[in-house]
Every structure is written in structure tokens, then in C-alpha cells.
């Protein structure tokens, strides 16, 4: 079956970085492409990032645009997401979906404070 399965969240302080992966399962990986969402408290989900099945289009949302970067490695079934120069507004519990969002993983908790 289709499993998503995020790590890489924590607690880092503004100006920091981070880097969650998701390792992906039950599925032709790069026949997909990829998005990262979050949901922070009390807010609905976002869509962060997303990259083609073959990696070579992406997107963002502006909020992120020139601080974090989507990534994938086919070869590991494993997309990335860089986060450089974090706020304090970048924390929520990341996700990562296939394009479709009909599977979903169990989420990682970023919080960027001081």
C-alpha cells in the first residue's frame, strides 16, 4: 500500500535550517509528482512546495520563494524539502503528499523559536 513517511522536524531557532524528508512506498515514484503542505495552529493546510516526477519543475508559495528548496531522489523513493533562514511563521506540522493528494503522511513538527 501507498505510505508516506516524513522526518527531519524540530525545534530550531529563527535564521536556522532545516531539512524533512519524506520517504515514499507502494508506489512508481518518479511517475509522480510531489508537494509539501503545512497546517499550523488553528490555520487551514498550505501548500509550501512542489516538484514534477522528474524533478525538474518546481514551485512555490511566495511566503517561502528564495529561503526553502524541493528536492527528490528518485533512485530512494525520497523527496526533500531545505528550509534556510526559518521564522518563526514557518512553524506547523509539515506533510508530504503525491500529486492528487490521496495519500498523505503522518506529518513532522517544525517550531522556529527563540
Known amino acids: 500500500q501507498v505510505q508516506l513517511v516524513e522526518s527531519g522536524g524540530g525545534l530550531v531557532q529563527p535564521g536556522g535550517s532545516l531539512r524533512l524528508s519524506c520517504a515514499a512506498s507502494g508506489f512508481t515514484f518518479s511517475s509522480y509528482g510531489m508537494r509539501w503542505y503545512r497546517q499550523a495552529p488553528g490555520k487551514d493546510r498550505e501548500l509550501v512546495a512542489g516538484?514534477?516526477?522528474?524533478?525538474?519543475?518546481?514551485r512555490y508559495a511566495d511566503s517561502v520563494k528564495g529561503r526553502f528548496t524541493i528536492s527528490r531522489d528518485n533512485t530512494k523513493n525520497t523527496v526533500y524539502l531545505q528550509m534556510n533562514s526559518l521564522k518563526p511563521e514557518d512553524t506547523a506540522v509539515y506533510y508530504c503528499?503525491?500529486?492528487?493528494?490521496?495519500?498523505w503522511g503522518q506529518g513532522t513538527q517544525v517550531t522556529v523559536s527563540s
Open positions: 516538484i514534477s516526477g522528474a524533478g525538474g519543475s518546481t
Open positions: 503528499t503525491r500529486i492528487g493528494e490521496d495519500y
